[in-house]
């Protein structure tokens, strides 16, 4: 594996919330992270990436075969550009994207640039990833005026949250294998469903992991 420029390391999930809350434009993350990555620069945390499978509806919209498969960029920040030396934070994005996750298990990536935040997805067509739907969506606040979703903790409208408008939602996906064969790709990299004794989800149906059986190549 050739090395990169920059230092990329895992952080934790405090770490993603605080340079969130400093610099991001929603001024927060959520606690639910798969992935947390950080770029380090004389010691200190100078961008963060979190990842995160996204809601179900989503994650069935996206790969309607193999939903389980997606993994989502949930939050991507940085210092100001005057605070660092990173140039481009899509080159730590996609040093990721190729060596840090594990994409037999998660075949399919989706991320979202927000239009009413002034974001054009520009890092994330630098970084390889095709540009899929616009929409038009709602958003929302909670008490302290900071952007937050209605989807916390796999439950939809549990939060207390304000209404505050509505903006431009594009959806960026990249795939590492043909679209409609992610389930197959990770069948044939070994990955299984298990049901998890004595667990449910908040629905009542049985619950589920993927753990990785014979693995190909």
Avoid at 24 to 39: E, L, N, Q
Avoid at 157 to 173: N, Q, V
């Amino acid at each position: 594996m050739k090395q990169p420029s920059f230092i990329i390391q895992p952080i934790t999930k405090q770490d993603v919330k605080d340079l969130c809350a400093r610099y991001h434009g929603y001024g927060s993350a959520g606690s639910a992270m798969t992935y947390a990555f950080g770029v380090i620069e004389h010691g200190r945390i100078i961008a963060a990436y979190a990842w995160q499978p996204p809601p179900p509806g989503a994650a069935l919209a996206i790969s309607p075969d193999a939903p389980q498969g997606v993994l989502s960029l949930s939050r991507m920040v940085a210092v100001p550009r005057f605070l660092r030396s990173l140039n481009h934070v899509s080159k730590p994005l996609r040093y990721q994207m190729k060596n840090l996750i594990d994409r037999t298990r998660w075949p399919v990536l989706v991320t979202y640039s927000d239009g009413g935040q002034g974001h054009t997805g520009h890092v994330y067509k630098c970084s390889g990833w095709e540009q899929t739907v616009i929409s038009q969506v709602p958003f929302f606040t909670d008490n302290d005026g900071y952007r937050a979703s209605s989807y916390c903790n796999g439950v939809s409208g549990s939060r207390d949250l304000i209404r505050g408008g509505t903006t431009e939602i594009t959806r960026w996906e990249h795939w590492i294998c043909p679209r409609g064969r992610a389930l197959a790709y990770m069948e044939i990299h070994g990955w299984q469903r298990e049901p998890i004794e004595g667990k449910t989800w908040r629905s009542g149906n049985q619950a589920y992991k993927y753990s990785k059986k014979n693995p190909g190549p």
